[in-house]
């Protein structure tokens, strides 16, 4: 049998499972207002007048600077606010606690002015000192309220900001409190993006009094206190989260409903069936085949967010064979990527062989497309690299739904079928995101998994330096490549837009090259709403604050 009817025929089988399943969901859950479609099994039971979001999965934590993943953002995002906040829907910045910034002559000092008169939701005030210390626990190891004794990693500092405090690669040099409303940040290099690195979805300010109450905090034991719209209620662990409304929001008028409840529902299915049931009021990372069940609902409306994403299948170099570049090459000459994007996203993702995403492709290398699909080739490679006979492949996939994998484990699937085809036998594994995220950072890691990214800000050192710099590659064993790291470097401090083009230009050569997170897709997500639903603009960062959004 040919290497591509194969595919094919494997591919046909694993869309008509999922549909399956999809259709048994819907058909369960389609009962409209009866009690199915209300009870735990059915759907969230939330008082008259809340809106519930349906979220794809609980949060990690609601510790800001502690989490790298997008449902514990979401809800932080209503929790807490930001330094930086950015303009609806779109990537550009606005003031949020922070008024107006501004950097030194030399670019190595970053002055903040804070917003006058907010305070948390335990009625402390926020200010300067407030900032510090949230700083503090993100950036300094011996900072006595990090809790890092505790379990507390923080490992998205250094994929953003190079290093924590005593590290040589540290961005950070210093953050001082010049008065109550003021902030200094001092770095150690130019850095033209800091504004918008510390405006990212890690980092929200919360409130020096509640996390000093102990190592709990931000768990579904714990506290969870900020200045945003809506003050943190309850978390029952594998349920929901509940947030009411900040009567004395700084932003008035604001938030525009008096309680907010985020249920977890990992299936996107079961999601879309609660959707139209009327259980939920709106909802992210559904599949693309959904859209047409969307589209046929008069009470539903499809919405879209922008595309600025990479999901990726990482090879992690401390596993023996993956150690061998030319391995790795031939595993992403193996995927045939096109067909599995074309049957899984259909015309809301495309693939290449960049891993920013088309958006930014000023910063990528014109000469390069991707590797060309060749079972021959490929199996030619493995058995020149000394695995005639192929090898065993842990590979893990993603419990949950992420925008960039709305549907992982058929893709897994997918992904398995191809590689088998050249000897390498593939052995599918999961677990709780929690621990999927953690224990992939654990030496020596895992052997080979899915994982993707969303950017936090409009510029490629979030994507390439977040996952190729300095302190970002644990989870590839800690992988080392000085010339890479030198590169990224440079183009971050760098304040030439040319220079730091061409150095972008230079990365993505040798990141393509080296075959370590292979791009699958950048994707377009698919969300949906019930029709009464006004006021959603959803951010191309992949989660943003629902301060406007109300019911009808």
């Known amino acids: 049998m040919r290497p591509h009817i194969f595919f094919r025929q494997r591919l046909r089988r694993v869309l008509l499972a999922v549909m399956a399943l999809t259709l048994a969901v819907v058909l369960a859950n389609c009962g409209g207002a009866s009690e199915e479609s209300t009870t735990a099994e059915g759907g969230v039971e939330a008082p008259a007048g809340a809106l519930v979001f349906g979220s794809v999965g609980q949060p990690v934590n609601l510790t800001p600077g502690d989490i790298t993943d997008g449902n514990s ?112 940040f001092e770095i150690a290099e130019p850095f033209a993006a800091f504004p918008a690195a510390i405006s990212s979805g890690y980092f929200g300010i919360a409130s020096p009094t509640a996390v000093q109450a102990g190592a709990d905090y931000g768990t579904p034991s714990g506290a969870a206190v900020g200045t945003g719209p809506f003050v943190f ?188 085809q050249i000897g390498i036998n593939v052995n599918l594994q999961t677990k709780d995101w929690g621990a999927y995220l953690a224990d992939r950072n654990v030496a020596p890691g895992f052997q080979s998994f899915m994982l993707g990214w969303t950017g936090d800000y409009g510029d490629p050192d979030n994507f390439l330096y977040a996952h190729f710099g300095p302190g970002a590659t644990q989870d590839l064993g800690d992988y080392q490549n000085p010339e890479l790291f030198e590169l990224l470097e440079q183009a971050r401090t760098n304040s030439d837009p040319d220079e730091r083009q061409a150095l972008y230009q230079q990365a993505d050569a040798l990141i393509f090259d080296e075959a370590l997170r292979i791009p699958i897709v950048h994707s377009q997500p698919l969300l949906a709403k019930r029709a009464g639903v006004e006021g959603w603009e959803p951010s191309p960062f992949s989660s943003e604050p629902f301060v406007a959004v109300e019911k009808g």
């Open 233 to 420: 209620d309850s978390w029952i662990s594998g349920d929901r989260v509940t947030l009411t409304k900040f009567e004395d929001y700084w932003e008035e008028g604001m938030p525009m409903v008096e309680q907010l409840v985020f249920s977890f529902i990992e299936d996107p299915a079961a999601r879309l069936a609660q959707l139209r049931a009327g259980t939920l009021d709106f909802t992210v990372d559904l599949t693309p085949d959904q859209l047409t069940e969307i589209e046929s609902d008069p009470n539903l409306e499809a919405v879209y967010r922008p595309s600025f994403n990479v999901g990726y299948l990482a090879l992690n170099p401390s596993y023996e064979p993956l150690a061998t570049k030319e391995v790795r090459q031939a595993i992403a000459q193996a995927i045939n990527k096109s067909a599995i994007v074309d049957a899984f996203w259909g015309e809301l993702g495309e693939t290449d062989g960049h891993f920013v995403p088309p958006s930014l492709e000023d910063y990528r290398d014109s000469g390069i497309d991707d590797y060309e699909y060749s079972v021959e080739e490929a199996q030619s490679a493995i058995a020149a690299a000394g695995y005639p006979d192929g090898f065993d492949l842990d590979m893990w996939y993603m419990p949950v739904s992420r925008p960039y994998f709305p549907n992982p484990k058929p893709i897994a699937e997918a992904f398995a079928a191809e590689l088998s």
């Open 73 to 184: 953002i979401y809800v932080q995002q209503q929790i807490y606010n930001y330094l930086i906040g950015n303009e609806p829907g779109s990537t550009d910045l606005a003031p949020e606690l922070a008024t107006e910034w501004s950097a030194s002559e030399d670019g190595r000092t970053w002055t903040f002015n804070l917003r006058e008169g907010v305070t948390f939701h335990d009625g402390t005030d926020f200010n300067a000192e407030a900032v510090v210390f949230n700083v503090n626990r993100w950036w300094d190891p011996e900072f006595e309220f990090g809790y890092r004794d505790s379990g507390s990693l923080y490992e998205i500092w250094t994929d953003l900001f190079g290093g924590f405090k005593g590290d040589e690669a540290s961005t950070l040099v210093d953050v001082r409190a010049v008065d109550d409303l003021t902030v200094e």
